[in-house]
């Protein structure tokens, strides 16, 4: 599928998710075939002042091309700015938070407030659109609530307002992550409008992606909690979609070298420091599913250095050889 000019090779790719979809873990799934990822979500307040740390949230390297970034903000006219700074890491698209429940982004009318105000919605996407020399995107939520749901008539709007592709999260704002994502909604703006739409929600492997596709008719697939701890998901769908098969999972010695390599980037990236303390979360999600996982608790909230992580990684895979043998 294209987002305005740009093609994109493969099923999924990976969703903004703040705290996560650092450049380590970006780099990790494009390495792992996400199609394209997208930033953090960033401020575009603190995009316009020079704020350090959302000027380091945009930083990109060329492993996670194409990368899109994301901003969130209320006035059209400083998202017209922000988009143009967003422009300027050469990524291939901006995209439009309009889905983010935190009461500190969605209190100021902000992420999924706009939902409850389309017309802003589309306001915030013109003067983005007319500022950039690139596509610019939206994700969007159902609706705020159960008795407004409003993706399909936000949608059109947003089309309208020269949106290239839109990334809808088939739940409303008061239903967070759960329950399970309405695939329906999906459907539905996927038949209102002329643009790409992108499925998100729910995908954890390759039959929900399959899911996905054929029950909203998708253009394409976005991957969020699904891909913690779970790189790898990207290359699983994508030889799925090819071949009709269902490839086998990493075996526990992969995932753990997978997970070094992840953490030493990190650290890299981040220093030591911060680094091995964003680890723990990393770790816990890694060895989710092992048989046993529990009992690493422990070890992974007092990881202290890429040290612990290895040898924590040596007794996972101890573990899980020796239930093996049991
Ligand atoms: C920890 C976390 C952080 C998130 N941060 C963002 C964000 O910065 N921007 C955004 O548009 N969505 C964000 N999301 C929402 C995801 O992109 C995605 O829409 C949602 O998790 C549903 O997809 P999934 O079921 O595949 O996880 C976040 C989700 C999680 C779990």
């Known amino acids: 599928m294209n987002i305005g000019n740009f093609e994109l090779n493969g099923y999924a790719a990976l969703a903004p998710m703040a705290g996560v979809t650092d450049r380590a873990f970006r780099e990790l799934c494009m390495e792992f075939g996400s199609a394209y990822c997208t930033s953090e979500m960033v401020s575009s307040k603190g995009l316009i002042v020079h704020d350090r740390k959302s000027e380091l949230l945009i930083n990109m390297s060329e ?45 100021h009318g902000s992420g999924s407030a706009l939902m409850k105000n389309p017309e802003l919605a589309g306001e915030i996407t013109n003067a ?25 008539e936000t949608a059109k709007i947003l089309e309208k307002a020269g949106a290239s592709a839109i ?45 996905m596709y054929e029950k909203t008719k998708c253009d394409f697939a976005a991957i969020g909690r699904g891909a913690l701890g779970n790189p790898w998901i990207f ?12 490839p086998a999972p990493p ?39 092992i048989r046993g996982a529990a009992s690493f608790r422990r070890e992974i909230g007092s990881l202290e250095s890429t040290d612990d992580l290895r040898r924590l990684a040596e007794n996972v895979i101890k573990s899980v050889m020796n239930e093996g043998e049991n």
């Open 63 to 107: 492993k996670e091309r194409p990368c899109e970034v994301q901003i969130f903000g209320n006035d059209p006219a400083e998202m017209a700015l922000a988009a143009k700074k967003a422009e300027q890491t050469g990524c291939f698209a901006v995209d439009i938070n309009m889905g983010c429940p935190a009461p500190k982004v969605a209190a």
């Open 128 to 152: 983005c659109v007319n500022a950039v020399g690139i596509p610019v995107t939206c994700k969007i939520r159902s609706g705020w609530d159960e008795d407004s749901i409003n993706a399909v």
């Open 167 to 211: 990334t809808v999260h088939g739940r409303t704002r008061r239903q967070m992550y759960a329950p399970p994502v309405n695939l329906d909604i999906i459907r539905r703006v996927k038949e209102a409008v002329n643009i790409p739409v992108i499925g998100n929600g729910d995908i954890f492997d390759c039959r929900s992606a399959l899911e």
């Open 235 to 246: 290359s699983r769908i994508n030889s799925f979609f090819e071949t009709g098969e269902i």
């Open 251 to 289: 075996g526990i010695e992969e995932r753990m070298t997978v997970m070094i390599n992840h953490i030493v980037q990190l650290c890299e990236y981040k220093g030591d420091y911060v680094g091995i303390r964003e680890a723990r979360k990393h770790a816990g999600w890694y060895i989710k599913g």
